[in-house]
């Protein structure tokens, strides 16, 4: 992998991790599209990348990072079983799914789920609970198991979690930003199982290209969460929804 290549998917993972338009999906086309083989230097890379969004997150939400939110973190954690679980017990049957054709069908269906959720399901604007910190346990829970379907892949971790928020009643904006903030425990579980299993492959990459990716992962990632907020202050999930339907259908029309 080359500094531009670096430069190339640090963006995209940046900009992709926290909208509802699967990051992971994203990087799979990319890298296909650069020629860019999944060696053990591409694992390391993508741990560092992740590593960038993590701390995007911290960053943004250093109030929340301290002892008088632990109400709020109890409900993220709990939030974070599921995935964990289901993850941990699953992993090489999720590894087997990983696929362009069935990224190319889960970004459709996501989609389709977006726009069927704000059509029919969204409560009026004064119903919807706009206050990340008041969110419930029952709710919390809720959305942890709507979370579960970002382990297929092309779903979008934020794409589920997004949905299942808006399910409960949590408004946009509040059901991004707690999708940020789950972001943290569930990322930070997967980076450190990749750097365990990974770490050896540190060796034979390029720091330079490592760092750069790193540097352009947390920048773009820093200020998309920002400008997705201010997005929702104004618009819907519906353009995401066409997006991914768009998306989709390209990826299967050049996959055959």
């Known amino acids: 992998m080359d500094i531009v290549q670096s430069i190339i998917l640090g963006i995209i993972e940046g900009f992709t991790e926290f909208l509802p338009i699967s ?27 992740q590593f960038a969004a993590i701390l ?13 939110k632990i109400d709020l973190w109890i409900k993220v954690f709990a939030a974070f079983i599921p995935i964990g ?13 990983f696929s362009i054709n069935i990224v190319a069908t889960m970004f459709i269906v996501g989609g389709i789920v977006f726009l069927i959720v704000e059509k029919f399901f969204i409560p009026k604007e004064e119903e919807m609970l706009d206050d990340v910190e008041q969110i419930s346990m029952k709710q919390s829970l ?28 949590l408004s946009r904006k509040a059901s991004a930003e707690f999708s940020f903030l789950l972001a ?38 820093y200020l998309t969460i920002k ?15 066409i997006y991914r339907i768009l998306f989709g259908l390209l990826l299967l029309t050049f996959s055959h």
């Open 23 to 49: 990051s992971t999906g994203h990087l799979i086309v990319a890298s296909k599209f650069l020629g860019i083989d999944q060696t053990s230097v591409t694992k390391a890379y993508e741990v560092i990348i």
């Open 56 to 68: 995007a997150v911290v960053f943004n939400y250093k109030e929340k990072f301290t002892l008088q």
């Open 85 to 97: 679980v289901v993850g941990f017990l699953f992993s090489h049957q999720i590894k087997a799914l």
């Open 142 to 169: 809720v959305i942890g198991f709507a979370q579960i379907f970002a382990l297929i892949p092309g779903t979008s971790r934020a794409g589920s979690t997004i949905i299942g928020a808006l399910l409960v009643g």
């Open 184 to 221: 943290f425990p569930v990322m930070s579980a997967v980076t450190a199982f990749d750097l365990l299993k990974h770490y050896k492959e540190f060796n034979d990459a390029n720091l330079l290209t490592l760092g750069i990716g790193f540097v352009v992962a947390f920048v773009v990632a």
């Open 227 to 241: 400008l997705f907020l201010k997005f929702l202050e104004r618009f819907t999930f519906v353009s995401f929804g």
